[in-house]
């Protein structure tokens, strides 16, 4: 097993043991949490991917759920779009992706906190060239950023993750998102 896949599972393993082994801690808030983010990000390939792809960028449309007396662990949902261009210069893939996952959001100091993400879900992948090559497979992601909560409702966030499309390409996710708090 190569060093990139020691560190990917490591990581999943740690961020699982960390959702289900947290201590309580002062900060209780009043209810469920429901957001909302929308999240346009950049795409670097990596490893040999490289040597076909170029850099692309997409948007994810995410559904967060924080459960009520959890101050750390959240769910979300997330639909995604990505436009990926090849190095060849007439021909670029897009993917859409549909996924679920579980992270940690750790208050740092006032309204900024750390978080950190783990998700699964299913990908598929089409040539823009009217050719009609496709295909679809699992994909897993692993990241981190921090967010700042501007108002009780709205609140801006910077992130970065490894993400595995099996069977197409790895990369790298750069991303700038706003996540709207829809109840509290």
Same mark, same amino acid.
């Given at each position: 097993?190569?060093?990139?896949?020691?560190?990917?599972?490591?990581?999943?393993?740690?961020?699982?043991?960390?959702?289900?082994?947290?201590?309580?801690?002062?900060?209780?808030?009043?209810?469920?949490?429901?957001?909302?983010?929308?999240?346009?990000?950049?795409?670097?390939?990596?490893?040999?991917?490289?040597?076909?792809?170029?850099?692309?960028?997409?948007?994810?449309?995410?559904?967060?759920?924080?459960?009520?007396?959890?101050?750390?662990?959240?769910?979300?949902?997330?639909?995604?779009?990505?436009?990926?261009?090849?190095?060849? @210069?007439?021909?670029?893939?897009? +993917?859409? *992706? #549909? $996924?679920? %996952? /579980?992270?940690? &959001?750790?208050? =740092?100091?006032?309204?900024?906190?750390?978080?950190?993400?783990?998700?699964?879900?299913?990908?598929?992948?089409?040539?823009?060239?009217?050719?009609?090559?496709?295909?679809?497979?699992?994909?897993?992601?692993?990241?981190?950023?921090? @967010?700042?909560?501007?108002?009780? +409702?709205? *609140? #801006? $966030?910077? %992130? /970065?993750?490894? &993400?595995?499309? =099996?069977?197409?390409?790895?990369?790298?996710?750069?991303?700038?998102?706003?996540?709207?708090?829809?109840?509290?």
């Amino acid at each position: 097993m190569d060093k990139k896949r020691v560190i990917i599972i490591a990581f999943f393993v740690l961020v699982t043991f960390l959702l289900f082994g947290q201590e309580e801690t002062g900060y209780q808030q009043s209810g469920t949490i429901f957001s909302l983010k929308l999240t346009p990000s950049f795409e670097i390939p990596i490893g040999t991917d490289r040597d076909i792809f170029n850099y692309g960028g997409g948007v994810d449309l995410s559904a967060v759920l924080q459960p009520a007396g959890q101050s750390l662990v959240y769910f979300s949902s997330d639909l995604s779009y990505s436009f990926i261009p090849t190095q060849k @210069a007439d021909l670029s893939v897009s +993917r859409f *992706s #549909l $996924g679920a %996952g /579980a992270g940690l &959001n750790f208050g =740092l100091i006032g309204n900024l906190s750390l978080f950190a993400n783990t998700r699964a879900g299913y990908y598929y992948g089409f040539l823009n060239d009217g050719s009609g090559t496709s295909q679809g497979n699992p994909f897993v992601s692993a990241g981190l950023g921090l @967010a700042y909560q501007f108002t009780k +409702r709205i *609140s #801006l $966030g910077v %992130g /970065a993750s490894y &993400n595995s499309y =099996l069977g197409f390409y790895n990369n790298w996710s750069i991303s700038l998102g706003t996540a709207f708090r829809l109840s509290s």
